[in-house]
C-alpha cells in the first residue's frame, strides 16, 4: 500500500488531499471530519482509497468522503464523485456490492408506554415476519414470470400485489424506481438469487429496529414528517440482497477482463471501470437500476412484515396504528444529476458509496410535502445508541454534490469487532438499557456491537456544521432485529 496521504485542514470540519499529493491524481480530495473523528482515520487505508478515486477519467471538482468514512471496496464507503457523462467513467466499486442498499423509517401513533408491555412479543413477530441472517430465505417469494416486473418496477409492483399502500410511494426517493432499468442486463445467477429473497433482511449491518423519538430539533419540520416526541417509529436498513451482489460481481469481472484487454492499469484494480458512454457502462447502469428497483422491492414488501406485525401484537387494523412510511432514502447508488461546475449546469454521474443524497428544501426531488423544509436524510448509529432524522440544506449542492453521511460508520471491522466482542457481554449490555435483541446468529450481534462503531452524535455534529444537513429529530432503540 503506498504512503497515506497527508491532509490539510481547510477549516473546522473540513480536510483537504491536494493534488499533488499522491501521483494521478485529477482532482484534490475532500474529507468531512472533525479532530475527534480524524484521529480514528489518519494512518487509515480509506483516505488512500480516497487519493486513488481522485485519478480516475472524468471526475468533477473533487473526491469526497463523508464523516462515516471507512475501508471499503475501491471507494471508502463514505465516499462521493461526480463524473462528466462524456469523458467519465461509471465504477461499481463506487457505487457497491449491495445495490440501493438504503433505510426506511416508519412512524407509528403508540407512544413508547404503549409498546413497553408487548415489545418482546413484538420484536418476535417481527424476527418471524421478517427473515433474516446469511441466505435468509422465505418472505414473498417470487414466480420466475414475475422477476422482470419486480426488476422493472421496484416498490410499485410490491405495492400492485398486496404489499403496501399507494401512498407509500410518494415518500421514497425516486418514488421507489428507476427508470433507466433492464432486466435484460440482469444475469440468470443474479435472478436465481433474488427469487427468494424478496422481503428478506440478510445479515451484516442489516437490521429491523423499534425506535422511540427522543428529542426534536426542528419542530416544525419534525410535525410534516408526522414525528412527535415520545412515539414510536420503526428504522429498517437492508438493499438488494444476493442479486445486487451478483450484479455488482458480474460487471466487475466484465470489466476488469476489458482493461486487461486493452492494457489499462489503474491504481487500484477495485477501481475497476468503464467509460460512462461504452456498452459496459451503459448495461452496468441500466442493470444496476435493476437491482436498485429490486432493493425497493425489498424495503416495500419488508415494510408489509412490519404491519402485519404490528396487527396481530396490537390486535388492530395497521391503519389504525399509522405506520405511515416517513421516507425510503438510497445509499449505494449512481444517478444521472445536474450540477453546477464553473458556472455551467452539467448532467453528471453522481456515485455515492455509504452516501446519501441530501437536497435542500424547494428540489423538485423533494416529495412535495417535504419541499418546503429539504429531503429527510436517515442517519442510524448503532443498535446500543442513537439514531437521526435530518434534512438536507442549500449548501450541500457546492460542498458535497448535495450528499450526507449514511450511518454512524465502521471503526472496527467485523473481524475485528468479534474479536474484540462476546455475544453475552453485548447482550447483556443492550438489556440492561432496555433494548431487546432478536439475532439470526450471534456474530450477527458481535459484529455489530456498539463499539464497533463510530459515535454517531460526532458524525452527525460534523455533517452539520459542516453544512450537509440540519438535524430534526433523534430516535433511540427500544428493540432490535439484526441478521
Same mark, same amino acid.
Given at each position: 500500500?503506498?504512503?497515506?496521504?497527508? =491532509?490539510?485542514?481547510?477549516?473546522? *470540519?473540513?480536510?483537504?488531499?491536494?493534488?499533488?499529493?499522491? $501521483?494521478?491524481? +485529477?482532482?484534490?480530495?475532500?474529507?468531512?471530519?472533525?479532530?475527534?473523528?480524524?484521529?480514528? !482515520?489518519?494512518?487509515?487505508? $480509506?483516505?488512500?482509497?480516497?487519493?486513488?478515486?481522485?485519478?480516475?477519467?472524468?471526475?468533477?471538482?473533487?473526491?469526497?468522503?463523508?464523516?462515516?468514512?471507512?475501508?471499503?471496496?475501491? *471507494?471508502?464507503?463514505?465516499?462521493?464523485?461526480?463524473?462528466? =457523462?462524456?469523458?467519465?467513467?461509471? $465504477?461499481?466499486?463506487?457505487?457497491?456490492?449491495?445495490?440501493?442498499?438504503?433505510?426506511?423509517?416508519?412512524?407509528?401513533?403508540? /407512544? &413508547?408506554?404503549?409498546?413497553?408491555? +408487548?415489545?418482546?412479543?413484538?420484536?418476535?413477530?417481527?424476527?418471524?415476519?421478517?427473515?433474516?441472517?446469511?441466505?435468509?430465505?422465505?418472505?414473498?417469494?417470487?414466480?420466475?414470470?414475475?422477476?422482470?416486473?419486480?426488476?422493472?418496477?421496484?416498490?410499485?409492483?410490491?405495492?400492485?400485489?398486496?404489499? #403496501?399502500?399507494?401512498?407509500?410511494?410518494?415518500?421514497?426517493?425516486?418514488?421507489?424506481?428507476?427508470?433507466?432499468?433492464?432486466?435484460?442486463?440482469?444475469?440468470?445467477? &443474479?435472478?436465481?438469487?433474488?427469487? %427468494?429473497?424478496?422481503?428478506?433482511? #440478510?445479515?451484516?449491518?442489516?437490521? =429491523?429496529?423499534?425506535?422511540?423519538?427522543?428529542?426534536?430539533?426542528?419542530?416544525?419540520?419534525?410535525?410534516?414528517?408526522?414525528?412527535?416526541?415520545?412515539? !414510536? !417509529?420503526?428504522?429498517?436498513?437492508?438493499?438488494?440482497?444476493?442479486?445486487?451482489?451478483?450484479?455488482?460481481?458480474?460487471?466487475?469481472?466484465?470489466?476488469?477482463?476489458? =482493461?486487461?484487454?486493452?492494457?489499462?492499469?489503474?491504481?487500484?484494480?477495485?477501481?475497476?471501470?468503464?467509460?460512462?458512454?461504452?456498452?459496459?457502462?451503459?448495461?452496468?447502469?441500466?442493470?444496476?437500476?435493476?437491482?436498485?428497483?429490486?432493493?425497493?422491492?425489498?424495503?416495500?414488501?419488508? /415494510?408489509? #412484515?412490519?404491519?402485519?406485525? *404490528?396487527?396481530?401484537? *396490537?390486535?388492530?387494523?395497521?391503519?389504525?396504528?399509522?405506520?405511515?412510511?416517513?421516507?425510503?432514502?438510497?445509499?449505494?447508488?449512481?444517478?444521472?444529476?445536474?450540477?453546477?461546475?464553473?458556472?455551467? +449546469?452539467?448532467?453528471?454521474?453522481?456515485?455515492?458509496?455509504?452516501? /446519501?443524497?441530501?437536497?435542500?428544501?424547494?428540489?423538485?426531488?423533494?416529495?412535495?410535502?417535504? %419541499?418546503?423544509?429539504?429531503?429527510?436524510?436517515?442517519?442510524?448509529?448503532?443498535?446500543?445508541?442513537? $439514531?437521526?432524522?435530518?434534512?438536507?440544506?442549500?449548501?450541500?449542492?457546492?460542498?458535497?454534490?448535495?450528499?450526507?453521511?449514511?450511518?454512524?460508520? +465502521?471503526?472496527?471491522?467485523?473481524?475485528?469487532?468479534?474479536?474484540?466482542?462476546?455475544?453475552?457481554?453485548?447482550?447483556?449490555?443492550?438489556?440492561?438499557?432496555?433494548?431487546?435483541? %432478536?439475532? &439470526?446468529?450471534?456474530?450477527?450481534?458481535?459484529?455489530?456491537?456498539?463499539?464497533?462503531?463510530?459515535?454517531?452524535?460526532?458524525? !452527525?455534529?460534523?455533517?452539520?456544521?459542516?453544512?450537509?444537513?440540519?438535524?430534526? &429529530?433523534?430516535?433511540?432503540?427500544?428493540?432490535?432485529?439484526?441478521?
Amino acid at each position: 500500500m503506498p504512503t497515506v496521504p497527508q =491532509l490539510v485542514r481547510r477549516d473546522e *470540519f473540513t480536510y483537504e488531499i491536494p493534488r499533488d499529493e499522491a $501521483s494521478g491524481m +485529477r482532482v484534490p480530495g475532500v474529507l468531512f471530519s472533525d479532530a475527534a473523528l480524524l484521529a480514528g !482515520v489518519e494512518g487509515d487505508p $480509506s483516505l488512500q482509497q480516497l487519493a486513488n478515486v481522485a485519478t480516475l477519467p472524468g471526475i468533477q471538482r473533487h473526491a469526497l468522503a463523508m464523516p462515516d468514512i471507512h475501508f471499503g471496496y475501491g *471507494f471508502p464507503v463514505g465516499g462521493v464523485a461526480a463524473f462528466d =457523462l462524456t469523458e467519465g467513467v461509471v $465504477s461499481p466499486g463506487g457505487i457497491g456490492y449491495d445495490i440501493n442498499c438504503g433505510v426506511r423509517l416508519i412512524r407509528t401513533n403508540l /407512544t &413508547a408506554d404503549e409498546v413497553r408491555p +408487548r415489545l418482546s412479543a413484538l420484536i418476535d413477530r417481527l424476527y418471524r415476519e421478517v427473515p433474516s441472517g446469511v441466505g435468509s430465505q422465505g418472505g414473498h417469494p417470487l414466480p420466475r414470470s414475475e422477476i422482470d416486473e419486480v426488476l422493472s418496477r421496484g416498490a410499485a409492483w410490491a405495492v400492485e400485489h398486496g404489499l #403496501g399502500r399507494r401512498e407509500d410511494l410518494a415518500v421514497q426517493e425516486e418514488e421507489g424506481r428507476l427508470a433507466a432499468a433492464d432486466p435484460r442486463e440482469v444475469s440468470e445467477s &443474479a435472478r436465481k438469487r433474488g427469487l %427468494r429473497q424478496l422481503g428478506t433482511l #440478510g445479515s451484516g449491518n442489516h437490521f =429491523l429496529e423499534v425506535q422511540r423519538v427522543d428529542e426534536l430539533f426542528y419542530p416544525e419540520c419534525a410535525h410534516v414528517l408526522g414525528l412527535e416526541r415520545d412515539r !414510536v !417509529v420503526v428504522m429498517l436498513h437492508t438493499g438488494s440482497r444476493g442479486l445486487g451482489h451478483q450484479v455488482a460481481t458480474d460487471f466487475i469481472q466484465r470489466m476488469d477482463r476489458r =482493461l486487461l484487454e486493452a492494457h489499462v492499469t489503474l491504481v487500484d484494480r477495485q477501481l475497476s471501470c468503464a467509460p460512462v458512454t461504452s456498452e459496459d457502462g451503459q448495461q452496468y447502469l441500466a442493470a444496476m437500476a435493476a437491482g436498485a428497483n429490486f432493493a425497493w422491492a425489498n424495503r416495500q414488501a419488508i /415494510t408489509h #412484515g412490519v404491519r402485519r406485525a *404490528f396487527a396481530a401484537v *396490537f390486535e388492530r387494523p395497521d391503519a389504525e396504528l399509522d405506520l405511515s412510511v416517513v421516507y425510503d432514502i438510497a445509499h449505494n447508488m449512481a444517478k444521472v444529476e445536474e450540477h453546477t461546475i464553473d458556472g455551467t +449546469r452539467s448532467k453528471l454521474l453522481v456515485h455515492r458509496k455509504g452516501a /446519501t443524497r441530501a437536497f435542500p428544501a424547494g428540489r423538485e426531488e423533494v416529495p412535495l410535502p417535504y %419541499r418546503p423544509y429539504g429531503q429527510p436524510v436517515l442517519i442510524p448509529g448503532d443498535m446500543g445508541t442513537a $439514531s437521526y432524522v435530518l434534512v438536507g440544506l442549500p449548501s450541500a449542492i457546492d460542498r458535497s454534490f448535495g450528499s450526507s453521511c449514511h450511518g454512524a460508520g +465502521r471503526r472496527l471491522s467485523r473481524h475485528a469487532a468479534v474479536r474484540a466482542f462476546r455475544y453475552e457481554e453485548v447482550t447483556r449490555s443492550l438489556s440492561a438499557h432496555g433494548i431487546v435483541v %432478536r439475532s &439470526a446468529s450471534r456474530e450477527g450481534v458481535t459484529e455489530e456491537a456498539p463499539g464497533a462503531y463510530k459515535d454517531v452524535e460526532e458524525v !452527525v455534529r460534523v455533517a452539520e456544521g459542516a453544512g450537509l444537513t440540519r438535524r430534526v &429529530a433523534r430516535l433511540v432503540p427500544l428493540g432490535v432485529v439484526k441478521g
